[in-house]
């Protein structure tokens, strides 16, 4: 079992507000890592600083033994980091398909001779991309609106090219921020069998999310974030029980009534 | 046949230029526009393009086509230069900025003596009328078959990316700043060679054709045409360049008939008039 990822001490600030502070956690590879706690806890952010939408006041980022906290946005996509966001950020004027196709960006290398020239290499380039985004719009079910407009798509719809565009970069980390958030539980529920089988070809998954039976039912290790810091860690069962966990969601009073009632004993609460 | 060849070109060479030459501009500020870069420098690297043909063949006995080349050089050399600190600016503020840039360029070749200062520059060599035409629509047709090729392929995939959402596009892996220096360095040159061939077409050139006035007609171009595909930004262009000939009949009111058709149109087609969009990938591919 590798770490993956490795966050240490990351730490931003927004004039006064320490929005993250000196967080630190691991992916390990093959796992779904959640990252979970209370609106404002700072889950958005450290997602905007992995990605380089935010950069970082200190602080060191590892994925697959590279440093990449000084990188652009760009070479980090190449490194192997995918992203969703929590509000959805499709190209809403293309189609499905060249939103998904754009997703190859980095992985695609001709020189500008071979693609004004048609040649060889870039026709095989442009096919071997058509295809494989063909295959992950197959896999998240919307190969038939292909050649629709992307910003007519229902929410749950968009969510899925989301992913899909996510993964045609072959990343190696896929960070999803809040998929679930706007679904139905029918959606929900294919959502996670749509993760989970992604878990099962070797991604591993950090997810950003509200929806707790989605987190405990997916997740094999989550980090809860309060005002910017880590407050607790461990397997879904561990941070379930956890009482500064249930104090940061519930209040410190409820979660003294709750310590001093059987609750816990008996398996801890859906927090 | 020939004759009536003769008469034609003899009657309507200018306005036939102009079509060319103006759509050249047009798909200068298309390349821009088309990755969301409300760039205003058009005007300004015209005019370096025209001041720079004009000088070579003027003073230094240059033959023009080599001249013409040197007209997209310095222009992008200039794109280069000012590209580094106005990357990082984006929607008005980057417009400010560049109508800054030009109004230093209209200050200095008003201010200048190698440019003739408020004089300009005159008896430029210029095109026989044939070659002259040959010359711009071949240029016009080359560079829209380039965009073209562009525009259907991963780049064209990048570009669009770009202006809708740049942050997103630079997660797909989209190098944004290198993009937003290409485009600006390709617009800069196609608007230098559009300068340069009106001032062989001409024969005179002075600092004020390429001021506030001119960015902003030629940025009309490519707001009445649309940039959901090159065509699009030069069928702008040309109607914009036609419409005052068109009118002609209409004599006192030309103007404002004029005017109206260009506020109707931006109101009720706010994409532009040519919506049709290119796909951006290649069908082969």
Known sequence: MTDLLSLQNITVRFGGLTAVDHVSFAVTKGSICGLIGPNGAGKTTLFNIMS???????????????????????????????????????????????????????????????????????????????????????????????????????????????????????????????????????????????????????????????????????????????????????????????????????????????????????????? | MSQWLDDFLWTYQTLIASLGINGLLALSMYVVLSIGQLSLGQAAFMGVGAYTSALLTLKWGVPLPLALCGAMCVPALMALVIGKPTLRLSGVYLALATIGLGEMVRIALLNLDITGSALGLSSIPTFSPLIGLSVIYGALVAALIFAMLIVRSHIGRAMEALREDEAAAAIMGININYAKMSALVISSMLAGLAGALNAHMTSFIGPNDYGFDAAVTILSYALLGGIASPFASVAGAFILTLLPEVLRPLHDVRTIVNGLIIVIAVLYMPRGLVTWRPKRYSEEG
Not at chain 1, 89 to 114: K, Q, Y
Not at chain 1, 197 to 213: A, C, N, R, Y
């Open chain 1, 52 to 271: 380089g939408l935010v950069p970082q006041d200190h602080g060191v980022m590892i994925l697959n033994g590279v440093h990449f906290e000084h990188q652009q946005i760009w070479q980090r996509t190449d490194l192997g980091l995918a992203r969703t966001f929590q509000n959805i950020r499709l190209f809403s004027d293309m189609t499905v398909l060249e939103n998904v196709m754009a997703g190859a960006h980095s992985r695609i290398h001709v020189s500008l001779r071979a693609l004004l020239l048609r040649q060889q290499s870039w026709r095989r380039d442009e096919q071997n991309v058509k295809d494989q985004a063909f295959a992950w719009l197959d896999f998240v079910g919307l190969r038939d609106a292909a050649f629709l407009r992307a910003g007519d798509l229902s929410y749950g719809d968009q969510r899925r090219v989301e992913i899909a565009r996510a993964l045609m970069s072959n990343p190696t980390l896929i960070m999803l921020d809040e998929p679930a958030a706007g679904l139905n539980p029918a959606e929900t529920k294919s959502l996670m069998q749509l993760i989970g089988s992604l878990k099962q070809q070797g991604f591993t998954i950090l997810i950003v999310e509200h929806d707790m039976p989605l987190v405990m039912g997916l997740c094999d290790a989550i980090t809860v974030l309060n005002f910017g810091r880590v407050i607790a860690h461990g397997t879904p069962q561990e941070v379930r029980t956890n009482p500064q966990v249930i104090e940061a969601y519930l209040g410190a009073k409820i979660a003294h009534d709750l310590a001093s009632s059987s609750t816990l004993a008996n398996g801890g609460v859906h927090v």
